[in-house]
């Protein structure tokens, strides 16, 4: 009994030691273009998935999105997201290769999260990815619309993205939030 808790015990400490080291000693290799190895990168998806699960819960989304939402929220995507996302038939900018983890394309997100854990990623931001956090310059309004337009995306084929695209071309102005760092 004594010998099995004073082995947990050294296996704990050594375990600390180990941690620090790799601290002190630079061992990790922060550079982004290595990508993290496998190990590491399954740790911090499934932590952002778990972390989005279980905050998400006390969300309560609207009941349904109108389709002036999804078009203010293609207005958003395409002025801030879209170089990092893409689009249906829409690359993402050349220089996202060289973020670690790449942003994915998001076609399939609003499938695969729900509009309250959507809402929450929007909001609040990514920690150790180039992910922002929106709730810093957009309202609550604009981020559920945000969520509408990904809630849609699923339907939204190359064909129709691009009518969407002409309809509403990029304003020229600066977004209003440009410039109000805090
Ligand atoms: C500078 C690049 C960048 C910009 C700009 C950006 N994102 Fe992201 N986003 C990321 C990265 C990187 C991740 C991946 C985080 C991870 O894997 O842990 C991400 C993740 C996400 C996710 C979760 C993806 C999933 O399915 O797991 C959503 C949803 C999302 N972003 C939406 C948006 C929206 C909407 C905007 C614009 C308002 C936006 N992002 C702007 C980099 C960006």
Redesign the pocket.
């Known amino acids: 009994m004594w010998a099995f808790i004073a082995g947990g015990v050294t296996a704990g400490v050594l375990a600390g030691i180990g941690a620090l080291a790799v601290v002190e000693f630079g061992l990790y290799d922060i550079a982004a273009a290595q990508p993290h190895n496998k190990m590491v990168s399954w740790a911090?998806?499934q932590t952002?998935k778990k972390s989005v699960r279980l905050r998400a819960g006390s969300i309560s989304p609207p009941p349904s999105f109108t389709e002036e939402q999804v078009v203010s929220g293609f207005r958003?995507?395409q002025a801030?997201?879209m170089?990092?996302?893409g689009g249906p038939g829409i690359s993402r900018a050349a220089w996202?290769k060289g973020?670690e983890?790449?942003?994915?394309f998001?076609l399939d997100?609003g499938e695969?999260?729900t509009p309250a854990q959507?809402d929450y990623?929007?909001e609040e931001g990514?920690k150790m990815?180039?992910?922002?956090s929106?709730g810093e310059t957009r309202s609550r309004e604009q981020i559920w619309d945000?969520v509408a337009f990904?809630q849609a995306l699923p339907d939204i084929s190359p064909g129709r993205f691009a009518e969407m695209q002409r309809r509403f071309p990029p304003d020229k102005a600066p977004p209003a939030s440009a410039g109000q760092f805090r």
Not at 101 to 104: G, N
Not at 129 to 132: D, K, L, N, R, S
Request: glycine content about 0%; hydrophobic content about 50%; overall charge neutral.
């Open positions: 911090i998806h952002f958003q995507y801030d997201c170089m990092c996302h996202v973020l983890p790449t942003p994915p998001l997100s695969r999260w959507l990623i929007l990514v990815t180039a992910m922002p929106w945000l990904l």
